[in-house]
């Protein structure tokens, strides 16, 4: 435990030095703020308090920013190491791979997990203030906290894998942001593409809504809107999220940061310092 708490200590004393905490609070905030102040006008008409309906807008904003971020952050935790050659140093300390991934890991998610809840947290702040009974939207600002944060450790599991795969940096960034277009965007215009094709057949009314589930970025946001009383002002998936049940996208949620970081250990395995 001590020897991954201070791998943790100094992943992320690293990302602080290149700038990586400031630069992810910033993106959240900014972004966060921008929405809060110019996305929460329809309350009257959703029945919901303000802050439910800033909550189902910045679903549709982490879906793309979390996963981004935590690429960004990830894409060289094993490649950069190995090309400046400081892995073969890092193993001949008392320290397993495993140790040095999960250590990794605890240093990138407490970065994302400060950067969104400082930055929901003032979208918070923004939609108190001109509403104070917003506050009601709480328990949904939390539960967005908690749920972009397992979000965010699949695509950490996920960018550590790549790493170990590539072992360029340059070349785990490509991969990594392939990845990214592909689970994030391309992913739902397949989904799309198939439901147009299918016209309503078995496809779209048997295994669109499991692999709907199966995506962890569908999956985060199904889950939050099928939740949530403002699904009407979030996104085209709202339908949906009223429609599957709310523990299978949850489920996914939950094991996808596990079976991300199983990845990433039988790629690390592989790599010879």
Known sequence: MMRLLATAVIEFRIALRNRW????????????????????????????????????????????????????????????????GTLPLLLTYPLSRFELILGKLVAHLGIIALAVTLGYGSAAVVTAAADPSSVQGLPALWRLIWTSVLLGATFLAAGYTLSALSRRPASAA???????????????????AVIVADDGGTLTTRVFPWLLTANPADAFRLYNLSVSEATAAASGLSGAAQTIPAWQPLLSLVLWPFAALALALVAIKRVVP
């Open 174 to 192: 490509g991969l990594a942001i392939a990845l990214w277009l592909t689970a994030v965007v391309l992913y739902d215009l397949g989904l799309l």
């Open 21 to 84: 905490v400031a630069i992810s609070i910033a993106i959240m905030v900014t972004f966060s703020v921008v929405l809060a102040a110019a996305g929460s006008a329809p309350t009257g008409a959703l029945g919901a308090d303000r802050l439910s309906v800033t909550v189902a807008s910045l679903t549709s904003l982490a879906v793309y920013l979390v996963p981004l971020v935590a690429l960004l952050m990830a894409f060289d935790a094993v490649a950069g190491e190995t090309e400046r």
